[in-house]
């Protein structure tokens, strides 16, 4: 990958493999992050805190597609990808075709994994597998106001929707 913070799901799990062997904390999240804003960042910040790598896994296309509808995402795969990757609280950015983050996690095993937004612990469907592989979850890092749909929102109301 042009992006040296970019990996395929193979070579990273590799790698976090050998970090958590040398003690690091290595903490994931996920989600689509079609339209990059002030939630996504914070929440990034956040969740960044709590260990000593953040791993950001991004919905394909076509997993976007599947959870949002035909008319997402705005902004294709790589380009989500690359604009996770010039963040400075992102270690490392792998996108997943999967329409859930299981399969994914099943195989990077984080120490902490981090979900924002208003879910609540016993909804991710995930946590079962992170806490069978020895980590945690951690829900409710957000920012009120601040998402993609609001801000979709905002520009209809603003432009009118075509």
């Known amino acids: 990958m042009l992006n040296q913070k970019i990996h395929h799901r193979n070579e990273l799990a590799l790698h976090l493999q050998q970090a958590k062997a040398d003690g690091n904390v290595v903490v994931t999240t996920n989600g689509c992050f079609d339209v990059l804003h002030l939630g996504h960042l914070r929440y990034l910040q956040a969740a960044r805190q709590l260990g000593d790598l953040l791993v950001v896994a ?76 020895g980590g945690k979850v951690i829900v409710g890092l957000n920012v009120p106001g601040k998402s993609t749909t609001n801000l979709i929102e905002v520009i209809c109301e603003r432009y009118g929707k075509s």
Do not use: W
């Open 58 to 133: 991004v919905n394909s296309d076509s997993s976007v597609r599947e959870l949002k509808g035909e008319n997402r995402p705005l902004v294709p795969e790589d380009e989500r990808a690359e604009m996770l990757a010039g963040l400075e609280c992102v270690d490392y950015v792998v996108i997943f075709p999967e329409a859930t983050p299981i399969e994914l996690l099943a195989e990077l095993k984080p120490s902490i994994h981090v979900k924002g937004g208003d879910y609540k612990l016993e909804q991710l469907i995930e946590r079962e597998v992170v806490e069978e592989n």
